[in-house]
């Protein structure tokens, strides 16, 4: 240990010379079991990650104790609505409720439920923010209730940006200060957040990465995150961008590399000289993408480009040198000649980069910006088929963070706008920047009337497209139809994630999201073909394509670092927000014909384990690539759907049921809400209706919820079945809380998704790994035939083989040795205790202690 300004800190350099070859991001979990562990914990943690070599992946785990967690509103509504319940349940017992705080600062972005209902209009983020406030005022009385009882939650109200934005530009310190037993402590700012992109803020070098609901109540209650030494990919970046290539172009690059090269939950880590041509917003985009690429961090260390990042976001000179000296003092400061060890290792060239795009269905499916068509005829099987654009999205944290990719959007509309072309008809046009200081700067270089005229007018400041509210869909024009398609700035692009009416969509810059829009066709050619004919004559694309240069002299103009601190207080204080009640009290007044806030019946003791020697009916059965959004779909509910029947019996209006996530307060909506997508097949009745399966011992098909009630109240077990990646996309634990509901003990699938995979272990349902040649469709599973599974508490251990058997409906056995996906001893207490939410009120019971933040 040593020490600075009055401040102790860990002495890195000082373990020896071992620390200099570990990857940076290491490094910082080294610092941070060094300083958070004690005894034998922190000896073996420090032994561990100095004997990491790369080689040979680590079965060391190690507790870390990130300093903050970010959330978002719909990620947070569920986890605070689970905590009014802890406290229900404590008081209950006799225990006072108001002692159950968290112990680290919570900040609560309200970003993920900003629709685009109008558009192409002066007026429309102010129309719109109305309707979001409308339509969530009980959720959001509800946050502003927890903001009051519950210390250390901070909420930041919605037109105050996207989350990781708001990481980026007002939360983030890179390096802090903590009180740790009586001593002031300098340390690197490790974070969580219960979102997949949180490694956004890897980009000004903050080690932070994304964790599901559950995950983040074991962290803010003062429990470690326990993780396993991850494997590190190192990418080695040379060369420079060529001109025009921008950063959303090296992101989709990054996705399609690391996709191919397998990787799966690694941390990667940037190095290499390449790495100092890159600025930390360009730095960011690519971070922003780890969950796309199967990472589970995209880190860039720290140097002058981080530095140069926090003054123009207006950090104090103090903070900046802090950050500076701190960095250099403990080797955390990037060396771009250095090469550390890393499990695997990737070399990008940066001057190799083109202009691309991404889709139509997934992240990773890399085209020339020029080679849409085929792509989209590939689909159609060859098919001559029209591809109109239905929506123009400039959306996403991702791609509206970096004011160099917002003011190359704004140069494309000015040259357009100076050759008097217009967005093609039954386009629908938005703009939704990650922060409110982008509508000042927009508006200091002249671009925002520039864009306006186009008909991208700010829309609001939220997730918006990205997450799946672009609003209705415009109107088919006629002459102008055929499978329509989406193009936007976000980062996924599966089928329905944009809008449930649409299976195809583009990823790409927001530049070229306004030249598509001009062009009106998704399958344009343009790198060949004209973006519009104005008076006879082609325009092409590369006459309205900006420079560096003429980026470089606009952001001149544009940026004012005072910019990022004055708006983001503006709209933190906006009057609507605060005219909103905030209910008081120690324990929430649930309203007993609330739709949207019920308490759960697992915040409970009694949840129970779910372990144990039992045969089980398949509830359903799936395949490959199941995502959370096919599990627990955050989409528009279906006016027609049995989830609308069941709200409009509860006084709903039909017409304004919002979307599935802003239900994620209500248990009963979710459980009905569970497995409802239209693309997911359930191989166990593959003609059955959406969010239906069969009840084996009756035969009926049904909805699931029933059959799963039927099951419980006959004392049957059920597990459920899936192929690959099961429970890819968002980290949503809603997907797991809703399979606990569903009664189901155990899910079986050939891989998962490591987020998804921690939220079941955190519901207390045991993950299984099926071996290799036995996937859903291997096993053949016919109605009537019935799994057993050998999973007693006492002999679960982590990677532990389990034997299962499945019992066909003739009596025959067949048995083989599934693996627990449990990757820590601290998960199998979870698992043996029922998961996350009794493990911390058995905690709250018997140590109130450490459970007060008061
Ligand atoms: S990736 Fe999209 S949905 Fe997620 S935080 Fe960013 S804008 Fe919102």
């Known amino acids: 240990m040593a020490a600075l300004g009055g401040r102790l800190f860990v002495d890195l350099p000082g373990f020896g010379p071992q620390v200099e070859k570990l990857p940076v991001c290491l490094r910082i979990l080294l610092e941070n079991v060094a300083r958070t562990q004690k005894g034998s914990d922190r000896d073996e943690a420090i032994a561990a990650l100095l004997a990491w070599s790369g080689s040979g992946t680590s079965m060391a785990e190690i507790p870390v104790q990130p300093c903050r967690v970010l959330m978002h509103d719909t990620t947070s509504t569920p986890a605070l609505v689970d905590i009014a319940a802890m406290r229900d349940s404590l008081a209950e017992s006799g225990a006072d409720p108001a002692t159950l705080n968290p112990v680290l600062p919570v900040d609560v972005s309200v970003d993920h439920s900003l629709a685009v209902e109008v558009y192409g209009r002066s007026d429309?983020?102010?129309?719109?923010?109305?309707?979001?406030?409308?339509?969530?005022?009980?959720?959001?009385?509800?946050?502003?209730?927890?903001?009051?009882?519950?210390?250390?939650?901070?909420?930041?109200?919605?037109?105050?940006?996207?989350?990781?934005?708001?990481?980026?530009?007002?939360?983030?310190?890179?390096?802090?200060?903590?009180?740790?037993?009586?001593?002031?402590?300098a340390m690197p700012d490790l974070m969580i957040g219960t979102d997949s992109h949180t490694p956004m803020v890897n980009g000004i070098g903050v080690l932070g990465w994304g964790v599901g609901g559950l995950e983040a109540q074991t962290v803010m209650f003062g429990m470690p995150t326990v993780l396993r030494i991850p494997d590190v990919v190192g990418v080695r970046l040379t060369g420079r961008l060529p001109p025009g290539v921008l950063s959303t172009d090296l992101a989709?690059?990054?996705?399609?590399?690391?996709?191919?090269?397998?990787?799966?939950?690694?941390?990667?880590?940037?190095?290499?000289?390449?790495?100092?041509?890159?600025?930390?917003?360009?730095?960011?985009?690519?971070?922003n993408m780890a969950p796309e690429y199967g990472a589970?961090?995209?880190?860039?260390?720290?140097?002058?480009?981080?530095?140069?990042?926090?003054?123009?976001?207006?950090?104090?000179?103090?903070?900046?040198?802090?950050?500076?000296?701190?960095?250099?003092?403990?080797?955390?400061?990037?060396?771009?000649?250095?090469?550390?060890?890393?499990?695997?290792?990737?070399?990008?060239?940066?001057?190799?980069?083109?202009?691309?795009?991404?889709?139509?269905?997934?992240?990773?499916?890399?085209?020339?910006?020029?080679?849409?068509?085929?792509?989209?005829?590939?689909?159609?099987?060859?098919?001559?088929?029209?591809?109109p654009i239905a929506i123009a999205a400039i959306t996403s944290c991702t791609n509206t963070s970096d004011p160099r990719l917002l003011v190359a959007a704004g140069l494309v509309a000015r040259k357009a706008r100076g050759l008097g072309l217009k967005v093609a008809e039954g386009v629908k046009t938005s703009l939704a920047p990650g922060s409110p200081a982008a509508a000042r700067y927009l508006a200091r270089a002249g671009l925002d009337r520039d864009l306006a005229v186009l008909g991208f007018d700010i829309v609001g400041y939220g997730c918006t497209t990205c997450i799946?509210?672009?609003g209705p869909l415009p109107p088919e024009v006629p002459g102008r139809t055929g499978h329509r398609v989406a193009v936007l700035s976000g980062n996924r692009n599966f089928p329905g994630r944009i809008h449930p009416d649409l299976d195809r969509a583009f990823i790409m810059s927001p530049a070229l999201v306004v030249a598509f829009a001009l062009a009106g066709d998704a399958d344009r050619n343009l790198r060949d073909e004209p973006v519009a004919i104005r008076d006879g004559r082609p325009v092409m694309l590369s006459q309205l394509w900006p420079t560096h240069e003429e980026i470089d002299a606009a952001l001149a103009t544009a940026i004012d670092p005072s910019d990022y601190a004055e708006a983001f207080k503006v709209a933190t204080s906006r009057p609507e927000w605060h005219a909103l009640e905030a209910p008081a009290g120690a324990r929430f007044a649930w309203n007993p014909k609330s739709t949207i806030l019920r308490r759960p019946p697992f915040a409970s003791t009694d949840a129970g384990s779910q372990l144990g020697h039992f045969t089980a009916y398949p509830l359903i059965v799936l395949g490959?690539?199941?995502?959370?959004?096919?599990?627990?779909?955050?989409?528009?509910?279906?006016?027609?759907?049995?989830?609308?029947?069941?709200?409009?019996?509860?006084?709903?209006?039909?017409?304004?049921?919002?979307v599935f996530a802003s239900r994620r307060g209500n248990w009963e909506v979710m459980l009905r809400?569970?497995?409802?997508?239209?693309?997911?097949?359930?191989?166990?009745?593959?003609?059955?209706?959406?969010?239906?399966?069969?009840h084996v011992p009756s035969g009926e098909v049904m909805p699931i919820h029933e059959a799963a009630e039927r099951y419980r109240a006959a004392g049957d077990s059920v597990v459920l079945v899936a192929g690959e990646r099961y429970g890819t996309g968002s980290s949503r634990d809603w997907a797991a809380k809703g399979q606990r509901l569903l009664g189901i003990r155990a899910v079986l699938a050939s891989?998962?998704?490591?987020?998804?995979?921690?939220?079941?272990?955190?519901?207390?349902?045991?993950?299984?790994?099926?071996?290799?040649?036995?996937?859903?469709?291997?096993?053949?599973?016919?109605?009537?035939?019935?799994?057993?599974?050998?999973?007693?508490?006492?002999?679960?251990?982590?990677?532990?083989?389990v034997t299962v058997t499945v019992i066909r409906k003739d009596g025959r056995r067949e048995s083989f040795a599934a693996t627990a996906a449990v990757?820590?001893?601290?998960?199998?207490?979870?698992?043996?205790?029922?998961?996350?939410?009794?493990?911390?009120?058995?905690?709250?019971?018997?140590?109130?202690?450490?459970?007060?933040?008061?």
């Open 751 to 801: 891989s998962f998704e490591r987020i998804h995979r921690s939220n079941l272990v955190g519901m207390g349902i045991l993950p299984l790994r099926l071996p290799r040649g036995r996937g859903p469709r291997d096993l053949a599973l016919a109605i009537g035939d019935r799994i057993e599974i050998d999973a007693d508490a006492v002999n679960l251990a982590p990677r532990r083989a």
């Open 124 to 185: 429309a983020a102010t129309v719109n923010i109305g309707h979001e406030l409308r339509r969530n005022a009980e959720r959001y009385r509800f946050l502003r209730w927890a903001s009051t009882a519950l210390s250390g939650v901070r909420i930041h109200p919605p037109g105050t940006g996207i989350m990781h934005t708001i990481n980026l530009e007002q939360l983030a310190t890179v390096v802090t200060t903590e009180e740790r037993d009586g001593e002031r402590w």
């Open 468 to 470: 799946g509210n672009p």
């Open 673 to 694: 809400a569970a497995f409802h997508s239209r693309s997911l097949l359930n191989l166990l009745q593959p003609d059955s209706p959406v969010a239906h399966t069969v």
């Open 296 to 387: 589970t961090t995209g880190y860039f260390p720290i140097d002058d480009a981080t530095l140069e990042y926090l003054r123009d976001t207006g950090r104090s000179p103090g903070a900046i040198a802090f950050v500076e000296e701190y960095a250099r003092l403990t080797g955390l400061w990037f060396d771009r000649d250095a090469s550390p060890r890393y499990t695997r290792t990737l070399e990008i060239d940066l001057a190799e980069v083109g202009m691309h795009v991404a889709g139509p269905r997934r992240p990773q499916d890399l085209h020339p910006y020029w080679e849409t068509g085929p792509a989209l005829r590939t689909l159609e099987g060859g098919k001559d088929v029209a591809h």
């Open 823 to 854: 990757e820590t001893q601290f998960e199998v207490d979870l698992l043996r205790d029922g998961g996350v939410i009794p493990h911390i009120l058995r905690g709250a019971m018997t140590r109130p202690e450490k459970f007060g933040a008061d």
């Open 252 to 287: 989709l690059v990054v996705t399609h590399r690391l996709r191919k090269m397998g990787v799966a939950g690694e941390f990667v880590e940037f190095y290499g000289p390449g790495v100092s041509t890159l600025k930390a917003g360009d730095r960011s985009v690519v971070a």
């Open 624 to 658: 490959d690539d199941v995502t959370t959004d096919h599990i627990s779909p955050a989409s528009a509910i279906p006016k027609d759907s049995a989830v609308a029947d069941f709200l409009v019996e509860r006084g709903d209006d039909r017409n304004d049921l919002n």
